[in-house]
């Protein structure tokens, strides 16, 4: 299963919790998510899910990190 973000999109997205670069990630369920750069200061570190390509940044839907 390929779950590819168009390039041009991944370089303009960013954490909206924090303006940061969101990295990639994997969830536990081995599926890809975004995890935001921000956790120098334990401030935010969101993970948002993938759906379809698509990412889900909503802070109300994001991870929390542990
Ligand atoms: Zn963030």
Known sequence: MATTIEPWLR?????????SELADGTTAEGTPELVCTNTANTACGLAYRIEDGVPVLLIDEARKPR
């Open 11 to 19: 370089e303009i997205l960013r954490c909206p919790n924090c303006l």
